[in-house]
């Protein structure tokens, strides 16, 4: 069964902290992943996307991590700030019959505190 | 720039009550998509559409109904609602391209008594 499991659940920092989330994915064949912020009340919005030839991929203080071998992804999150409270979620693509199946994760709820 | 847009955003339905979810995207995409958001799951695809004139059942389509009314605008109906259908419902959409992103409206907050 395809499935996106990410770690932890729920974090409370300290602003300014740095801070890593996991992602761990069973999904195959693998077409790309990609992280996602959602803030409250808000729709997702795309952070990230990896695809299977890269291995890190920044975007501002958000960097993301691939390792295709072991089917994980890292999001580290650095200098955090209070605007990044939120949920991050992990969406693993598939190809599948010339359609693209996805899978999202559950989300991983980070807050940041002054 | 609007993106996704999503009406209404809250709404409380009665057992049995029907009602349409509109969503509309300024973005000249071709497929569309609508998901449930529950707690401690992830979103699941209840239905989406390729392209106009197109749509197919996703992962949860029970109890659902969809119509793509031209490029722009996918809604979603539920005929008789249950309470296992409250839930936040997402509509998204995407442009051509297996790694271009799913673009996000704000959900529908919806709860059945």
């Known amino acids: 069964k395809n499935q996106v499991e990410q770690s932890p659940q729920s974090l409370i920092i300290l602003e300014g902290k740095n801070c890593t989330l996991q992602c761990n994915y069973t999904v195959s064949p693998f077409s790309n992943l990609r992280w996602y912020k959602q803030d409250t009340g808000r729709g997702p919005v795309s952070l990230t996307i990896?695809?299977?030839?890269?291995n890190t991929k920044s975007n501002g203080r958000y960097t993301a991590t691939l390792d295709a071998d072991t089917k994980q992804s890292s999001l580290h999150i650095t200098a955090s700030q209070l605007s990044d409270s939120a949920s991050y979620i992990c969406?693993?693509?598939?190809?599948?019959?010339?359609?693209?199946?996805?899978?999202f994760g559950t989300g991983t709820k980070l807050q940041v505190i002054p | 720039n609007a993106g996704v847009t999503q009406t209404p955003k809250f709404q409380v339905l009665k057992t049995g009550q029907s009602m349409t979810l509109q969503c509309a995207q300024d973005?000249?995409?071709?497929?569309m998509y609508w998901y449930r958001q529950d707690p401690g799951m992830g979103l699941r695809l209840i239905y989406y559409s390729a392209s106009e004139g197109t749509t197919d059942k996703g992962e949860v389509p029970n109890g659902y109904n969809v119509s793509r009314l031209n490029k722009r605008e996918f809604s979603l109906r539920l005929e008789s609602a249950a309470p296992s259908q409250t839930s936040v419902y997402f509509c998204?959409?995407?442009?051509?391209?297996?790694?271009?992103?799913?673009?996000f409206g704000d959900g529908t907050r919806l709860s059945i008594l």
């Open positions: 998204a959409s995407k442009r051509g391209g297996f790694n271009q992103p799913q673009h």
């Open positions: 973005m000249n995409h071709n497929s």
């Open positions: 990896m695809t299977f030839s890269e």
């Open positions: 969406v693993v693509s598939m190809n599948s019959g010339g359609y693209q199946k996805v899978t």
